[in-house]
T-cell receptor, first 112, second 116 residues
């Protein structure tokens, strides 16, 4: 069965510090993986996606993610966090039947 | 990418009433999806709506409670019927977009419903 786990419910970082949000997936075949961001009062915006090829993918707003098959992980990173990055982040995998499976989300707080 | 508009963006509803949420896409799409996001929770797929056929509902969701229409390739509606406070959620419309590199799903801004 397909599933996505985001181990960290809430993370707090200082502005300018680096960020890594963890995502682990369970899927039998080569996964299609996504990261979405949901700002307060907003819908979901696609940050980046991995389908194949280079395991390090670049996204919008300075985010990147690395696919590691051996660890079944797709962690999201940003070298220097901005206050506007405070939001809820969701990892997702595209499973069989074109159904998306979402993690429970990680809430990011950025302190000045 | 697809641009998705949802109406209403927010509403406060009385217990026992029904509300219809509209979803308009700026391009023709085959599959449209409706998700629910309860407070502090992740997204749960309610149903998949294909044009010209009955919507396919996920376990725990039924047509009587969440009737869906899909009259054409750019529009869909979700009705939340006989609402109770437990239905207070964000309801998100989404579509599947096809790019050279593969499928991606895009979301509307969401409809934030509060049932009192």
């Amino acid at each position: 069965a397909q599933s996505v786990t985001q181990p960290d419910i809430h993370i707090t970082v200082s502005e300018g510090a680096s960020l890594e949000l963890r995502c682990n997936y369970s899927y039998g075949a080569t996964p299609y993986l996504f990261w979405y961001v949901q700002s307060p009062g907003q819908g979901l915006q696609l940050l980046l996606k991995y389908f194949s090829g280079d395991t390090l993918v670049q996204g919008i707003k300075g985010f990147e993610a690395e696919f590691k098959r051996s660890q079944s992980s797709f962690n999201l990173r940003k070298p220097s966090v901005h206050w506007s990055d405070a939001a809820e982040y969701f990892c997702a995998v595209l499973g069989t039947g074109n159904q998306f499976y979402f993690g429970t989300g990680t809430s990011l707080t950025v302190i000045p | 990418s697809a641009v998705i508009s949802q109406k209403p963006s927010r509403d406060i509803c009385q217990r026992g009433t029904s509300l219809t949420i509209q979803c308009q896409v700026d391009s023709q799409v085959t599959m449209m999806f409706w998700y629910r996001q309860q407070p502090g929770q992740s997204l749960t797929l309610i149903a998949t709506a294909n044009q010209g056929s009955e919507a396919t509902y996920e376990s725990g969701f039924v047509i009587d409670k969440f009737p869906i229409s899909r009259p054409n390739l750019t529009f869909s509606t979700l009705t939340v019927s006989n609402m109770s406070p437990e239905d207070s959620s964000i309801y998100l419309c989404s579509v599947e977009g096809y790019t050279r590199s593969g499928n991606t799903i895009y979301f509307g801004e969401g409809s934030w419903l509060t049932v009192v």
